[in-house]
T-cell receptor, first 111, second 111 residues
């Protein structure tokens, strides 16, 4: 599928700080998904978004489906050491079986 | 609840040898199934997907093939491995909400 533009590529943050990352696309998506991948493991689904403007939380994570349907962001509040990992965004267009993925944001937390 | 299994977890194979990676899903029926490859520190590359038994769509022309002999079984194969086939192989399935869930992955090293 088409590659999404995900930024930043990496970030070093202090424990307790808030983190924000986003994905943009030239195409309209019907679904936005956010995943976290730990080293040597498969990505784990964090949040799924289905409607433009939708804001969804999962614990300290909050994600939004952009109103234009071409972007999404993920916020992590009060980061902790276990937030370390690679975060991927993914989007799906209507009637498409495939997901388009961002290249990932690598998060490293300084204790 | 649904679970997805992959085996083997790790594999070291010589160049020119055959390959067979297996993925099975439990707790659901007629899932869409996917094979991805992830190079070290890189994003996810879709290799194949299947919307039903015997139905395989190839995304990237290469040295690999896929088969779906049963509803919840997806197999990735090669007749002769290349060095460039090394990577982390991930199987995934989608539910009726088009949320995609990944397996634990297989780390393949071709020497």
């Amino acid at each position: 599928g088409q590659q999404l533009n995900q930024s930043p590529q990496s970030m070093f943050i202090q424990e307790g700080e808030d983190v924000s990352m986003n994905c943009t696309s030239s195409s309209i998506f019907n679904t936005w998904l956010w995943y976290k991948q730990d080293p040597g493991e498969g990505p784990v689904l964090l949040i799924a978004l289905y409607k433009a403007g939708e804001l969804t939380s999962n614990g300290r994570l909050t994600a939004q489906f952009g109103i234009t349907r071409k972007d999404s962001f993920l916020n992590i509040s009060a980061s902790i050491p276990s937030d370390v990992g690679i975060y991927f965004c993914a989007g799906q267009r209507m009637d498409d079986y495939k997901l388009s993925f961002g290249a990932g944001t690598t998060v490293t937390v300084r204790a | 609840s649904q679970t997805i299994h992959q085996w083997p977890a790790t594999l070291v194979q010589p160049v020119g040898s055959p390959l067979s990676l297996e993925c099975t899903v439990e707790g659901t029926s007629n899932p869409n199934l996917y094979w991805y490859r992830q190079a070290a520190g890189r994003g996810l590359q879709l290799l194949f997907y299947s919307v039903g038994i015997g139905q395989i769509s190839s995304e990237v022309p290469q040295n690999l093939s896929a088969s779906r002999p049963q509803d919840r079984q997806f197999i990735l194969s090669s007749k002769k491995l290349l060095l460039s086939d090394s990577g982390f192989y991930l199987c995934a399935w989608t539910d009726q909400l088009d949320e995609q869930f990944f397996g634990p992955g297989t780390r393949l090293t071709v020497l």
